[in-house]
Structure formats: structure tokens, C-alpha cells
């Protein structure tokens, strides 16, 4: 599994950080609030990937960010998103919502469905400047628009085809050398991505339901060997000019994220 420094490493969901604090059942792939170990800091510029599913009529009240570009990914659900640039957005599965807080922002994340949890991914990545100026992003990508191919949903800010509006077309600006690509890939179907920068993350969508212990559901291979079941994760090192191949190897469509980070 290994060529030229290239290595995979699991990061399995039984070892995930994870917390069920009744309104939000979240899990942390590296050390975030009350869960802490030293060997998952960070990775590259990605600092934060949480899983979370927050209960209905309740989320994450008023909090202020800095220097940090932080989106989320809608598994399901409706995430109301509240800030102090005056946004305000209801963000469904899909959608992808940026905050690049720079200088400082506030903002709520709330769950406005009396009746359904919201499942969602809450990343952070660090800027690759200081003292931006805060800015919101939101884009929207379909179900038809991931399937069997890696759609790239998340791409620096100058790279071709990103746009710095609002509300557009094409990735989710980032002020990072950090690109996000999701799939949503049919049984026996392969998709490839080659490596700009060195590192990578490859992480399984636990979309089948709420799970602390060793991956169930959907499985993707990797390079015809590593195999990850929902809510497990590799690391890719090594990984500038390496390509992975993603294999579902399940019995049903699996939801995945590759990370490529230049830094």
C-alpha cells in the first residue's frame, strides 16, 4: 500500500472522539473540546472534521470565530445558519456554507425542524493569510451532480473556475491550498483522484445511522486494498502526484469526501 512515500492510515470510527451530549451526538476525527489526544492535532491546514446530528428545535447558539475558514457539508436535514455580517440561510442536504471569519465573526447554527435531526460535517481549515476580511459563502450541489464521480465542492480562491460570490456557480472559495471533493458512488463503480498536495484525507459519510463502534453500512477499498466501512477515515501521505482509486465495494451507494491539501 505504500510507492514513493505514499502510505495510507486508517483512522477508524470506533476511535473517533465522539460525545452524546442528547441534543447533539458528535463525532471528532481530530481533538475538539473535550476530547483530546496529542496524536490527532491536525492535519496539514485541515483542523477540525466534527459529524455531527443535532436534535430538532435546538443547535449551536451565538459564538464568535477567528482565523479560520469553517463549512459545512448537509447530510440531511436543515441547518439554519446566523451571523454577524447579516446573513441568514437555511442550509439543506446539498448545500455547502462557507464563513472565512477572518478579523472575527459571531454566528448560530441551529436546527429550526421540529421534527427531523440535522446530520452534517463541521470542518475547519486554517487561512493561508491573517487579517482577512470576513466573508460568507454558499453553494449547492446535487445528488445526480456526485454520483459516480468526484465533484470538487470546495477549491482555493483564485484557482480557475472559483468564483468569490456569494451565492454561485462552481466550488466553495477558501482562503487555503486545501480542495474538497465528494462522491456519492453506486456498488462495483471506481472513481480516481490524483494528489496536488502532499497530504489527503479520504472519509466514509456515515449515512446509514448513528454508530460509535467499528464501521457498518456502506465500504469503499482504496487502491484495491484498505478497506473503510461509515464514519471511517485515511490519511494519505505522500500523497503529491499519487492517485487513489475509491472502489465501492458495499451493497449500497456510499458518500464520501477527498481532501487535498497543499500545505
Known sequence: MSASGFKLVPRPNSERGNADHGW????????????????FQSFGALRVINEDRVEASTGFGTHPHREMEIFSYIVAGELEHKDSM????IMKRGDVQ???AGTGIRHSEWNRNPEKEVHFLQIWVQPNLSRLEPKYFSRHFTDAEKTDTLLE????????????ERSGSGPTPIHSLVSLHASILTPGKTVSHTFKGSKGYVHLVQTSGYNTG?????????NGGLELGEGDGS??????????KIENVGTTKAELLVFDMQE
Open 214 to 222: 467499528v464501521g457498518k453500512g456502506n465500504r469503499i477499498q482504496l
Open 24 to 39: 447533539l451526538k458528535t463525532f471528532h476525527t481530530f481533538s475538539f473540546a473535550n476530547y483530546w489526544d496529542p496524536r
Open 98 to 100: 462557507m464563513t472565512s
Open 235 to 244: 490519511f494519505v501521505f505522500g500523497a503529491a502526484g499519487q492517485e487513489v
Open 86 to 89: 447579516g446573513n441568514l440561510e
Open 153 to 164: 465542492i470546495v477549491a482555493p480562491v483564485g484557482q480557475e473556475g472559483v468564483s468569490e
